[in-house]
């Protein structure tokens, strides 16, 4: 038997084919809102975050898992804290180094038809049922961005952001693309999108390529440190109820 999905897919698979009725679309409507509520009083005060993203299919023993581990456990001792989709793959590897070093480690899960736990090296973690509400708290905490090899979702939030850049919504945040010979073609398609004056030549700036975490973290660094100088901290309100998410 084929099984079902659950409210939240089934509330977003109607309301994407097509116009409903006026109080579904509001219903929709309250029901992100409160998606976005629930994600700003959980994450308030996990950051400044570095996200990184990747595939959810590496296995502990593939040689990327490795270096995203490397990764999460060098964020940690940057004193950022590491935010990833809270999957399994690249995703765990990334907490788990922040986890296992001493760092701070979050998630922002997705509740999918088969069910994505969200692995075991967060300190604090919230699922959300939407795609394009968990790429907004993603982003919206996170001061640098790691990419790491993946698939249609990798890709998804790598453009996503750029294209964010691009347009200058966000700025000054750096863009590591981890995996020089797995995106080779997607990134000399980049250049003939330059060539062709569909993006200039300017936005191939907007992210650097490596292979080593270290080349990473270094870059990382140094483009952040001035930012970071002056950078005002957030109190907590006892009168919202704001909890402290790392104990």
Not at 106 to 117: A, D, M, S, Y
Not at 151 to 159: A, C
Not at 177 to 183: E, L, R
Request: charge should be positive; hydrophobic fraction near 40%; proline fraction near 5%.
């Amino acid at each position: 038997m084929k099984k079902k999905p659950k409210n939240g897919l089934r509330d977003l698979l109607a309301f994407l084919k097509g116009p409903r009725s006026r109080w579904q679309e509001f219903h929709f409507t309250l029901r992100v809102a409160a998606q976005f509520i629930k994600g700003f009083r959980k994450l308030h005060f996990v950051g400044p975050c570095i996200t990184v993203f990747g595939s959810a299919r590496f296995k502990e023993d593939h040689p990327w898992y490795q270096k995203a581990r490397e990764i999460g456990a060098g964020i940690a001792d940057m004193g950022f804290t590491v935010m990833t989709g809270a999957g399994p793959g690249i995703m765990e590897a990334a907490n788990r180094g922040a986890y296992e070093n001493g760092g701070r480690s979050v998630g922002c899960n997705i509740r999918l038809p088969h069910e994505q736990e969200p692995n075991p090296y967060l300190h604090t973690h919230i699922t959300f049922e939407h795609f394009f509400v968990r790429k907004v708290l993603l982003l919206k905490y996170s001061y640098a961005f790691i990419v790491f090899p993946g698939g249609f979702g990798t890709l998804d939030e790598l453009f996503e952001t750029l294209t964010l850049m691009q347009t200058h919504i966000i700025s000054d945040f750096p863009v590591v693309v981890m995996g020089k010979d797995y995106y080779a073609h997607l990134l000399e398609h980049t250049k003939r999108l330059a060539r062709e004056g569909t993006i200039s030549a300017k936005d191939l700036e907007l992210f650097c390529v490596t292979d080593e975490p270290a080349e990473a973290l270094e870059h990382i660094e140094r483009e952040l440190r001035v930012q970071f100088a002056e950078r005002r901290k957030i109190k907590r309100s006892l009168f919202l109820g704001e909890e402290q998410p790392f104990k």
